[in-house]
């Protein structure tokens, strides 16, 4: 190697029970909230297409950027699993690690302005166990999601050369495995994948880091989102708030399924997407802007919106903060 690397081995690692958290249990939405606005008539549309989808035994894919659990929803996720009306979810590394601190101490979230000052941020030792979760997907030829579902569900907490510590060992039970969206879909046989990008999650600092393990597990679940996008026709997908990763893996999933079907005398072609978010796309989001408009590279827009949709789909946006969108959604499809 002729680049000098890092040395690993000179960081130190403090517990969990050091950090100032930036949300807790409290901030964890009940069933029964309400969103603070109406979102309009889009969303009734969506619902019912969800409702529609699952009564023909169609996929109902969910792709979520952590943000969506940061705010407070992970009981309405769980409870639309369990009346089997999604039938996937996939997030980003940084959902899997706000899903597994909350699920271990009851919080999550870390100040950057706080703890990048004195380089401590993401330098907690308990979240470094997602790491060798990786690595015990990559022996059981499973994928990083399932692997974090059962090491949840199971209490099952993988040693560590310097994991004897007492307030490490004490939270091994994960006393809050039923705010897991990832425990909920292992138990409930429902994939929740994790899609990572390697050196973008604070595990990746750590020093029992193994970019093969969390390269070969996430990769395993992008093979089990793909199979998954092979039963979108006459199904829907939804996009919180993912500008990036979820918006990438369908487009190539898609391709994927389509050059599949193609083959076989099938076709992926007529089913609903929808994108929950934040920016105004304005009233017309059925063609993609120009290139000289910045809103061109909001990936959303282009991919899920218009061009996986232009050869028999239809797509829907609705606007708002995801505490808003999600218990919107969550009640329109329940009928509360």
Not at 175 to 183: G, L
């Amino acid at each position: 190697m002729p680049y000098p690397l890092f040395d690993r081995s000179r960081l130190r690692l403090k517990p969990l029970t050091d950090r100032v958290h930036d949300l807790h249990l409290a901030d964890i939405l009940a069933l029964s909230d309400q969103p603070s606005r109406d979102l309009g008539p889009a969303l009734a549309t969506v619902a019912d297409r969800m409702l529609t989808a699952r009564a023909k035994g169609r996929a109902v894919i969910l792709m979520i950027g952590a943000h969506v659990l940061r705010r407070g929803n992970a009981r309405f996720l769980i409870d639309l699993m369990q009346r089997g009306l999604v039938s996937h979810i996939a997030m980003n590394g940084a959902g899997a690690i706000h899903d597994f601190e909350y699920a271990l101490i009851g919080a999550t979230t870390e100040s950057v302005p706080l703890y990048i000052k004195t380089g401590e941020f993401g330098m907690w030792h308990e979240t470094g166990q997602l790491n060798l979760i990786a690595q015990r997907a990559v022996e059981l030829q499973i994928g990083y999601g399932e692997a974090v579902g059962r090491a949840i569900s199971e209490g099952e907490w993988l040693e560590q050369p310097d994991s004897d510590d007492d307030l490490i060992a004490s939270h091994r039970s994960f006393p809050h495995a039923d705010i897991s969206v990832f425990a909920a879909g292992c138990r409930m046989g429902i994939p929740v994948t994790v899609h990572v990008a390697v050196g973008q999650d604070i595990i990746h600092q750590h020093p029992n880091c193994d970019g093969a393990a969390i390269g070969a597990a996430s990769y395993t679940d992008f093979l089990v989102f793909t199979e998954a996008v092979c039963s979108l026709e006459g199904g829907v997908l939804l996009n919180f708030g993912s500008a990036v990763m979820g918006p990438e893996i369908y487009l190539k999933a898609l391709s994927m399924a389509r050059n599949v079907a193609q083959q076989e005398g099938g076709e992926v072609r007529r089913f609903s997407t929808a994108v929950f978010d934040l920016p105004d796309l304005g009233d017309d989001f059925e063609a993609e802007p120009p290139r000289t408009d910045p809103r061109y590279y909001y990936r959303p827009w282009k991919t899920i919106l218009v061009r996986t949709v232009a050869d028999g789909g239809e797509s829907f946006y609705i606007q708002g903060d995801h505490r808003d969108t999600v218990p919107a959604l969550y009640h329109a499809v329940v009928g509360s």
